[in-house]
C-alpha cells in the first residue's frame, strides 16, 4: 500500500495510539509509530486489533522507532499516552512535529492541553480529541476494542485564526473519517472535556474500588445509585464553571452505559498493571476548577481521595 496525504506521528502506542494508528495506516496514511517497551514485539510481529466492529485487523511492516528524534517530522502528531506521562512527553512531541504540525491529544480529562501548551513550540497547532471507545491492549502490540470508537475534536490554541481553526478540526475529522472513525467537530472544548468527565468521573474510579466492570456497577442498585450521583454532581460543576451541559445527558448516558458490554475502563487496568492512574486529569484539575468558583464535590472528592491511598499503597510505577 502507498501512503498518501499527510504523515501523522503516534506518540503512545498503546490502546488507543495502536487502535487509530492502525487504522489509519490501513485507509492509506503514512504513520509513524514511537514505542518503548513493546518496540520488538511490534517490529516482530506488527500491530493487531481485534475489533468486535471491524474485524481482526493486522499492521505489518510497522514504521515504529524507539527515539522521536529518528521519527521524520510529521503533519499531524497523535498523543495516545496517558496524561500521566505529559511532562515527559513534551520533548517528544515537539521532536517529531514539522513545523505547523496539529497536536491532537487523545487523553481524558481536563487541562491537558493547558499543560502542554506551555511546553510546545507557539507554531504547533494544538488540539483536543474526546475518544470514545472501549479498548484495552491484552499483548504487546495487541490491542482489543470491544465497541465504539468515535472522535470529537477542538481547537485548543495555536498561531489559526478562527476562521483557520474550524477548516483544521474539519480536515482532521475527515481524515478519521476516511480511516473508518466517525469523528466532528466539538464547537466547544471546555464544554466537551467536562461532558466526557460525566462519564469518567464515576466508571473510572468505581471500577478500582469496587473491582467491577460497567455490567457489574449498573446491575446493582446501589453501585448504579453512586455512578448517577457522581454524575449530577459532574454535571453540576461543569455548569458552575460555565458549561452548562444537556438536562437529559445523564440518563442518557446511563441508558448508553446499560446497553454496552461488560467494560472495564482504563484505569482499572492502570491499576491491576500497577501503572500510576490519572487522577489529577480526571479529578484533582475538575475538582480545583470547582473550588475556584466556590462549588464542593464531596462524592467526586472522596473518591479521587480514595484511589489516591490505593495509588500510593500500589507502589505504581512510572
Known sequence: MTATGPSIGIIGTGAIGGFYGVLLARAGYDVHFLLRSEYEAVIENGLLVNSAIHGRLHLDGVQAYR??????????????????SNNALAPLIAQASAEHAKVVVLQNGLGVEDALRQALPERVHLLGGLCFICVHRSAPGVVEHQALGGINLGYHSGPATDLEQKALVEEGAAMFRKAGVDSSAAPNLAQARWQKLVWNMPYNGLSVLLNAGTSRLMGNPDSRALVKAIMEEACGAAA???????????????????????????????????????????????LAAAEQVGLAMPRVESLYRALRFLDAESGARQ
Request: net charge negative; charged share 25%.
Open 67 to 84: 527515539d522521536a528524534a529518528d521519527m521524520p517530522k510529521c503533519d499531524w502528531v497523535l498523543v495516545g499516552a496517558k496524561s500521566t
Open 240 to 286: 458552575a464553571c460555565g458549561h452548562p451541559l444537556p438536562e437529559v445527558l445523564v440518563e442518557r448516558m446511563l441508558m448508553a452505559t446499560d446497553h454496552m458490554p461488560d467494560y472495564l475502563p482504563s484505569m482499572y487496568h492502570d491499576h491491576k498493571e500497577r501503572r500510576p492512574m490519572e487522577l489529577d486529569a480526571i479529578y484533582a484539575a475538575p
